[in-house]
């Protein structure tokens, strides 16, 4: 289970700490607004998406976990960049600390349905993955490399399927699909967004069969 206190900060003066058990969910960030009824499916995501489409974002973050292979609870310091430009978004997730991993990265390039992923090595060597090699794990943890390239807000299934409340907030339940015949790491995704803060704090992902195979939570939001 990772672990992961993370710093989020997008433009003068705005800032949030969260300590979260998915790094993918600094990405996720929206602006704050209450309403009385519930939010249209459409209008929640792109609220929850706006971060990722303005021209820039960085990010720095502290992971904490357990070996996929020895066990042993290990640390990484990341840093994250993404940046849009026109149709293609940048996205890079550094590893700032231990020494062992400092500079190792991963790079991903998306230009509209073509995503090219790759791993830095210093000083020089940048990698493009494919087939297995970009299963692996990231920088550790139990999260795969390939799970940073898959998009599920953009799935064309989009439906809301209750609420709840979580953390004091209150959220809406979303179901998310991939398009019929598409090959994705996930058939189904469910989303509890809180409505106040435009924050997913839980996120569960399923297989085919409706196993859940990953679950991420957000256990604090606090202002810095």
């Known amino acids: 289970m990772i672990h992961p206190n993370?710093?989020?900060r997008r433009g003068a003066g705005l800032g949030k700490t969260l300590k979260i058990h998915s790094l993918v969910m600094v990405l996720l960030l929206g602006c704050a607004r209450v309403?009385?009824?519930?939010?249209?499916?459409?209008?929640?995501?792109?609220?929850?998406?706006?971060?990722?489409?303005?021209?820039?974002v960085s990010a720095r973050a502290s992971l904490t976990f357990?070996?996929?292979?020895?066990?042993?609870?290990?640390?990484?310091?990341?840093?994250?960049?993404?940046?849009?430009?026109g149709d293609e978004t940048l996205m890079l997730y550094?590893?700032?600390w231990p020494p062992a991993l400092k500079?190792?990265?991963?790079?991903?390039?998306?230009?509209?349905?073509?995503?090219e992923l790759s791993a830095y090595t210093p000083p020089n060597k940048l990698e493009i993955l494919s087939g297995d090699s970009r299963r692996q794990p990231f920088f550790g943890s139990d999260l795969t490399v390939d799970e940073f390239t898959e998009n599920f807000w953009t799935w064309p299934v989009?439906?809301?399927?209750?609420?709840?409340?979580?953390?004091?907030?209150?959220?809406?339940?979303?179901?998310?699909?991939p398009p019929e015949g598409q090959t994705n790491l996930y058939s189904v995704v469910?989303?509890?967004?809180a409505t106040d803060i435009f924050l997913p704090l839980l996120i569960e992902k399923f297989d085919g069969e409706g196993k859940v195979l990953?679950?991420?939570?957000?256990?604090?939001?606090?202002?810095?």
Do not use: F, M
Not at 36 to 55: G, M, Q, Y
Not at 103 to 115: E, R, T
Not at 158 to 177: D, I
Not at 215 to 224: E, Q, S, T, Y
């Open 66 to 85: 357990n070996d996929a292979v020895s066990g042993k609870r290990t640390t990484c310091q990341l840093l994250i960049k993404i940046r849009n430009e």
């Open 158 to 177: 989009q439906q809301l399927e209750g609420a709840t409340n979580l953390l004091g907030h209150h959220c809406q339940q979303l179901e998310l699909r």
């Open 35 to 56: 309403y009385s009824e519930p939010e249209p499916v459409t209008n929640l995501i792109a609220r929850l998406r706006r971060v990722t489409d303005t021209s820039g």
């Open 6 to 8: 993370i710093i989020y």
């Open 103 to 115: 500079g190792h990265g991963y790079l991903i390039k998306k230009n509209k349905d073509q995503v």
């Open 190 to 193: 469910h989303v509890w967004a």
């Open 214 to 224: 990953k679950r991420v939570r957000i256990d604090r939001v606090a202002k810095l």
């Open 94 to 96: 550094q590893c700032l």
